[in-house]
């Protein structure tokens, strides 16, 4: 028999709730490891047991002597019981779209596993152990990422988690995919026949959603940081007024999540103007920003509550309670929590994105960046005259944040009846989640720019001769000298599309540290 790899960094599933860190960290490439409690064990293999003794005591159980869904009325004979999970497994093999990430999928894997292992889904322990392998020996499934509504749970894109524990269909290799057999057998991992309640206990979940939550999260959470940090920075290179920040006038209106934006920004500031600013009130997207990048502050901590809440309950149907001996038939595989999250997350991240193309529009333009050159553009005498600076990129930043704010529009406004109105009421929670991730993909590039072009206007304006770097606070000057490093001054025109795509990479590994006194 496979034993699961046993590290102790690695995450403990059983016993004790899974972080949205620890997703993250699995989908990384983290292992996992079970409780070695043996009562945790125990309490596992007596739910599958509790199934066992009334399948042979012909209990009727939904999805183990019924059919599925509509189907519930529908007998199914004993001898033909451990049968019909291959028969759920492959005829929700219907998915299509691109496949999720090998790093989407594992946090997928993570989030079931943390589902079954909560002990109310009458799985055996063999089954735990063999999801465990399949993420230590980094072979996640191939996953088309469309073809859940979000209730009656993920089905059809876990059914390929499924088919993969019964040795079908491909899972990811070092970045190929491989047959599941073949990946498998190089690993020792043994396919096994799913039990009765297995097939319907993997696939009837909300997992796809809550693991793309939980890296939606973590994005979200490092990009309104770093648009503080890019406001700060903008505020210096256009000259803009550092009493928009003040902790006084925060004080008054007391969003927690909004004074610490401010609080970041004024510590970035420190007391940069001696005299009168350029003017009394700088336009919104700089003076307001704040405003807009709290609001996803401060909805970070519910959306992490209920995510990790999510992350931590058994979510599917029917629920095997191993200790009062009963089976429970409800509706925990309905996403209508993480379907919310991913609607609310989308909309706040794309106002920022809305935010920092506005500061951009205001750097390049000599009306409004108050003495910077034309497009930031660092060419001088006679050869300013071909050069284009960040044209073309303000250009892209537009289109990025269109197509982010195109997208705000709430999947879960579009339930829909399937499933011969079975499923009549659905959260399109997945929809959400693969939405989210578009508009999180789409800000960062946004955000992205504004990297590179408001380190040009700092150092742009420094060479102006009025921001020695004495008065810049320690912050600002590391993170200015982190990205000069990696991208060179924009002294003539060249193809910026390699920077970008590296400044982008750096923002996705959350690379450059984003710290301030005020934390």
């Not at 001769?465 to 000298?481: C, H, K, M």
């Not at 000069?484 to 590296?502: I, T």
Request: glycine residues 8%.
């Amino acid at each position: 028999m496979f034993m699961t790899t046993t590290h102790s960094t690695h995450p403990v599933l059983g016993g004790r709730p899974l972080t949205l860190e620890e997703v993250v960290a699995i989908a990384a490439g983290a292992g996992v490891n079970l409780s070695d409690d043996p009562a945790y064990r125990a309490r596992i293999e007596r739910g599958a047991a509790f199934v066992d003794r009334l399948l042979a005591e012909e209990g009727e159980i939904y999805g183990v002597t019924t059919g599925y869904g509509d189907s519930c009325s529908v007998g199914v004979p004993l001898d033909l019981a451990r049968q019909l999970p291959v028969h759920l497994m492959r005829y929700h093999g219907c998915g299509l779209g691109e496949h999720f990430s090998p790093a989407q999928t594992r946090a997928v894997l993570a989030a079931r596993l943390a589902s079954l292992a909560q002990g109310y889904s009458g799985v055996r322990w063999l089954l735990l152990e063999r999801i465990a392998a399949l993420i230590n020996h980094d072979l996640p499934p191939l996953m088309p990422s469309e073809g859940s509504v979000g209730a009656s749970g993920d089905l059809t894109p876990l059914s390929y988690l499924a088919a993969v524990l019964m040795g079908e269909r491909e899972v990811w290799r070092d970045g190929a995919a491989v047959p599941a057999a073949t990946a498998l057998a190089a690993a020792g991992i043994e396919p096994i026949l799913l039990a009765p309640k297995e097939a319907l206990a993997i696939m009837n979940g909300t997992a796809v959603m809550t693991g793309l939550a939980c890296l939606a999260w973590i994005r979200a959470d490092y990009l309104s940081r770093l648009a503080a940090r890019i406001t700060a920075l903008a505020s210096i290179a256009t000259r803009g007024n550092p009493e928009h920040f003040d902790p006084a006038l925060f004080a008054v209106k007391p969003h927690a999540g909004q004074n610490e934006v401010a609080a970041w920004i004024w510590s970035d500031l420190g007391q940069l103007h001696d005299g009168p600013p350029m003017r009394l009130q700088d336009r919104y997207s700089i003076r307001c920003a704040p405003h807009v990048i709290g609001v996803l502050r401060d909805a970070l901590p519910w959306m992490r509550r209920d995510i990790e809440n999510e992350l931590n309950s058994a979510n599917d149907n029917p629920i095997i309670d191993p200790d009062l001996m009963r089976v429970l038939h409800g509706g925990h595989f309905y996403g209508g929590h993480i379907a919310f999250v991913m609607d609310a997350m989308k909309n706040a991240v794309a106002s920022i994105a809305d935010l920092l193309d506005r500061q951009l529009a205001l750097l390049v333009d000599t009306r409004y960046n108050h003495g910077l050159p034309q497009n930031l553009s660092g060419a001088e005498d006679a050869r300013a005259a071909i050069n284009h600076g960040f044209k073309a990129v303000q250009i892209g930043a537009s289109a990025w944040t269109a197509e982010a704010l195109k997208l705000t529009m709430p999947a879960t406004s579009f339930s829909r009846s399937t499933e011969c109105h079975n499923q009549d009421k659905v959260s399109m929670g997945t929809i959400a989640a693969r939405d989210c991730l578009r508009v999180l993909e789409l800000a960062e590039q946004v955000a992205a720019a504004l990297v590179l072009a408001v380190t040009q206007g700092v150092i742009l304006r420094a060479r102006q001769g009025d921001l020695p770097d004495e008065r810049l606070t320690a912050g600002i000057r590391y993170f200015r000298d982190q990205v000069s490093r990696e991208f060179p001054f924009l002294a003539e025109d060249r193809p910026l599309e390699a920077d970008l795509r590296a400044a982008l990479a750096r923002i996705r590994a959350r690379e450059w540290e984003l710290r301030w006194e005020a934390d």
